[in-house]
């Protein structure tokens, strides 16, 4: 079946405009996560959501990143006024529950110049 | 906070060698994960070790648990080129009796010369 798939792969924006990243996780999972990587370094959690229940938003940096899940499927992250230091690759992954393997899809690599 | 800590942070061998690959981790947990990340893009799941297992086999790969030590290994036996990738352990910290989200190590680049 179909994997996770993220959109756009790349994503190249000036300092101080807005971004949405997108990501379509496996059918019939429940939970959803969101992670950034940057250069040579390991995953930062950004933000999961499980089921219904309020997502766990503690990893997010700062509140220019927000993320919705909608219908309990389709999930945005949102980065307004984008920072040089938000440049990374944002990795998202689904699994069938909290706590079981996670499925991830290739990344979106921002660049913000 | 990084929860698991890989331990070296960088291997290389020849290939038909062993690798093994160490992880530490701080908290209890409801199970450990390790994953493989190649070219930096997206991890693949390689395989899921519960609390209450000390040792899990999945073809070449060999994953042991000591929750006592609170450590894990991953061994890969007679590694092949395609092995090259990084290589991350990621725990599942026990919470108020649930699961809570995976907490990744740093990663190991393991490089296998032909």
């Known amino acids: 079946g179909a994997g996770v798939s993220q959109s756009p792969s790349n994503k190249v924006t000036e300092k101080g405009k807005d971004v949405e990243l997108r990501c379509d996780p496996i059918s019939g999972h429940t939970a959803l996560y969101w992670y950034r990587q940057s250069l040579g370094q390991g995953l930062e959690f950004l933000i999961y959501f499980q089921g219904n229940s309020a997502p766990d938003k503690s990893g997010l940096p700062s509140d220019r990143f927000s993320a919705e899940r909608t219908g309990g499927s389709v999930s945005t992250l949102t980065i307004q006024r984008t920072q040089q230091e938000d440049s990374a690759v944002y990795l998202c992954?689904?699994?069938?529950?909290?706590?079981?393997?996670?499925?991830f899809g290739p990344g979106t690599r921002l660049t913000v110049t | 906070s990084q929860q698991g800590e890989e331990d070296p942070q960088a291997l290389s061998i020849q290939e038909g060698e062993n690798a093994t690959m160490n992880c530490s981790y701080k908290t209890s947990i409801n199970n450990l994960q390790w994953y493989r990340q190649n070219s930096g893009r997206g991890l693949v799941h390689l395989i899921l070790?519960?609390?209450?297992?000390r040792e899990k086999h999945s073809g070449r790969l060999r994953v042991t648990l000591d929750t006592s030590k609170k450590s894990s290994s991953l061994l890969i036996t007679a590694s092949r080129a395609a092995d090259t990738a990084s290589y991350f352990c990621?725990?599942?910290?026990?919470?108020?009796?649930?699961?809570?989200?995976?907490?990744f190590g740093k990663g190991m680049k393991l490089t296998v010369n032909p």
């Open positions: 070790i519960r609390s209450n297992e």
């Open positions: 992954a689904s699994s069938p529950f909290l706590g079981y393997e996670q499925y």
């Open positions: 990621a725990t599942d910290a026990l919470r108020g009796g649930g699961s809570e989200k995976l907490v």
